[in-house]
DNA sequence: AATTGCGCCAACCGCCGACCA
DNA sequence: TTGGTCGGCGGTTGGCGCAAT
């Protein structure tokens, strides 16, 4: 036997509200507060199920929201919490001052991730493509490789070729020398002409970096990411550390885009489970406790101690 | 002017963990 | 310990509005 609905289906309302619905729920919750959603769509005289009122007031009503665009700070936190702790939007949200787990998700989903994607960061290890496919590439012998490559690039092609039907990409990434492969993906427009070359240059950058195993670095971002500034300096994994989140530092260091480089050692940084200390002094772990702390990312509060591979899990 | 496609975002759904009797 | 209930979370969907054709 299943488990009960949590409100009787036939006698519900449901899509939009209405301004007088969010009066009557707003009116109700100022008097009374939100205890027992299941009783207030009833006491309230609302035919909404609980949980959708619930909905309504903690994404929309909710005196303390902040609407509107998301700030560059606002993105930048998104991305840094992102890449740490990745689809936890409750987790981010309660970073982030007024904005709720739907505001951020949907954020992420509409904006951030298109913006990583045309960088050419797949948003979900927030690694660049060529370099996950290297990554790949290491533990295939070459004729698996070669298929990868191919089947790869049709996926890339699909995607990039959208991405530059649609329009200019807005970031510029200034190539250097130790990107090599990078340059190919960068400072492109969107003629017609381009495109062919443009899949040409990623078929040759993803050849490459297949082709150089001393690029190809250990799956541990926090080692990348703290690098990034050092990413002039340093041999060996330079294009990807370069890439990742360094590649916001090229970019906050050349052409003063609002990608920082903060973004990126921060995410280093503070790379680690999220174990926090109650009042008490003791830890304790998960959302729940975490949203409700003070500032996770507060230097003093916060304890990082995730196992390397789990900051790379996109289920973590 | 009409139609189509797309992006955005509010709302819904199902699952899960916490809590309590 | 177990089962019922509730609230919270993340994934997904549907509808609206705008831009392009």
């Not at 709720?100 to 990583?116: A, F, P, R």
Request: proline fraction near 5%; charged fraction near 25%.
């Amino acid at each position: 036997m299943g488990r009960i609905p949590c409100c009787e289906k036939e006698n519900v309302k449901r899509g939009q509200w209405t301004p007088e619905e969010d009066n009557k729920l707003s009116s109700y919750i100022a008097q009374h507060g939100t205890r027992n959603w299941r009783l207030i769509p009833k006491n309230a005289g609302l035919q909404r199920c609980g949980k959708s009122c619930r909905l309504r007031w903690t994404n929309y009503l909710r005196p303390d929201l902040k609407h509107g665009q998301f700030s560059q700070a606002e993105e930048e936190t998104i991305m840094k919490l992102h890449a740490v702790v990745g689809n936890r939007w409750s987790l981010i949200a309660a970073q982030l001052p007024g904005r709720t787990d739907n505001d951020v998700k949907n954020h992420w989903n509409t904006k951030l991730k298109k913006k990583l994607t045309g960088m050419g960061i797949d948003p979900v290890t927030h690694k660049s493509f060529s370099h996950l496919m290297a990554e790949i590439a290491t533990t295939l012998g070459p004729p698996q490789v070669a298929n990868l490559t191919e089947a790869a690039l049709g996926c890339f092609k699909d995607e990039m070729l959208h991405l530059l039907t649609k329009k200019r990409i807005d970031f510029q990434l200034q190539p250097t020398s130790s990107q090599g492969n990078m340059n190919a993906t960068y400072g492109m427009s969107t003629k017609p002409d381009a495109k062919e070359d443009t899949v040409v240059k990623i078929k040759l950058g993803l050849s490459r970096a297949i082709q150089q195993p001393d690029m190809i670095i250990s799956n541990k971002p926090w080692e990348t990411t703290v690098g990034a500034t050092q990413t002039h300096v340093n041999g060996g994994c330079n294009a990807f550390t370069a890439f990742q989140y360094g590649q916001s530092a090229f970019i906050a260091e050349e052409d003063g885009s609002p990608w920082n480089q903060s973004m990126c050692s921060t995410a280093g940084d503070q790379l680690g489970h999220l174990k926090l200390e109650d009042e008490n002094g003791e830890e304790s772990e998960g959302g729940k406790e975490i949203r409700n702390g003070s500032s996770i990312f507060s230097t003093d509060s916060i304890l990082w101690d995730l196992p390397s591979d789990d900051l790379m899990n996109p289920m973590v």
